[in-house]
Nanobody
Framework: QVQLVESGGGSVQSGGSLRLSCTLS????????VGWFRQAPGKGREGVAS???????KYADSVKGRFTVSQDNTKNTLYLQMNSLKPEDTAIYYC???????????????????????????WGQGTQVTVSS
């Protein structure tokens, strides 16, 4: 059974840091991409980062230089290190898994997309991150 479980959310002040974890089970990590997404109150869900087992990591412009994705193969876990947090980072954060294959966006193919959430088949339950000013 495919399962993704996020943890590590919490409340921090602006400028603080948090590390989110996404533990995956039930499938072969090497055959999947993992993405991080977030949904702020009253807004749609947006992509934050995507991780390809080949080592390619993509970040949304809004988090570049502040957020970092890393992997612990021994624990089948992906991490999202979030530094210099801002109030606008407040959201529910989700990790999701997509098969590592070209996804047709309607205009082009992409592997491990950030913005094309439909590519992701499996989703975690989410973890709340709150950043106060």
């Amino acid at each position: 059974q495919v399962q993704l479980v996020e943890s590590g959310g919490g409340s921090v002040q602006s400028g603080g840091s948090l590390r989110l974890s996404c533990t995956l089970s039930g499938f072969t990590f090497s055959r999947y991409c993992v993405g991080w997404f977030r949904q702020a109150p009253g807004k749609g869900r947006e992509g934050v980062a995507s991780f390809d087992v080949e080592g390619i990591t993509k970040y949304a412009d809004s988090v570049k230089g502040r957020f970092t994705v890393s992997q612990d193969n021994t624990k089948n876990t992906l991490y999202l290190q979030m530094n210099s947090l801002k109030p606008e980072d407040t959201a529910i954060y989700y990790c999701a898994a997509a098969q590592r294959r070209p996804y047709w966006t309607g205009s082009y193919y992409v592997v491990c997309p950030i913005i094309h959430q439909a590519a992701y088949e499996y989703w975690g339950q989410g973890t709340q991150v709150t950043v106060s000013s």
